[in-house]
């Protein structure tokens, strides 16, 4: 992978491999322990804490930063990791879980995945543009690579 992500792999014992990449805020060794900010925070932790775990990355949550405290919020405020108080590399999924398991939330077609808020009840369009729009403003653009 050419630009600023890379990917190398460093070793391999039958179906175990271990590994690097590199993004713009940091490098990560796989397999990688990483701790969950589902809402732009690791609960029960300070930022120095979930360093001090030996933590290269943590895993934000698209629909629930989406909700609260949302792209906007997380913008104004100076992107997501000034909002977290986290220099390295965050990643974030995809919705996609949420896409199947607020099923009773959500509409599907072509265009868009549209939510029911479980939170207030707004409606809530969530579309592959603007998700990729919001990335600048709620989160940087790793990409979980399933390899």
Request: include cysteine.
């Amino acid at each position: 992978m050419s630009g600023p992500f890379s990917f190398s792999l460093m070793a391999t014992d039958c179906a175990a491999r271990r590994g690097e990449f590199v993004t713009p805020h940091g490098r990560v060794q796989t397999p990688a322990f990483m701790p969950v900010g589902t809402q732009g925070t690791v609960k029960g932790l300070a930022p120095d804490d979930v360093r001090g775990t030996g933590a290269e990355i943590v895993l934000g949550n698209t629909y629930h930063l989406m909700l609260r405290p949302g792209a906007e919020r997380i913008a104004a405020l100076g992107g997501l990791h000034k909002f977290m108080n986290w220099s390295l590399p965050i990643l974030t999924d995809s919705g996609g879980f949420q896409v199947m398991s607020l099923s009773e939330l959500r509409k599907v077609d072509e265009r868009a995945v549209t939510f029911r808020s479980h939170l207030d009840g707004t409606m809530i369009e969530l579309t592959p543009e603007a998700r990729h729009r919001d990335s600048g403003a709620a989160r940087r653009r790793h990409r979980h690579a399933a390899r």
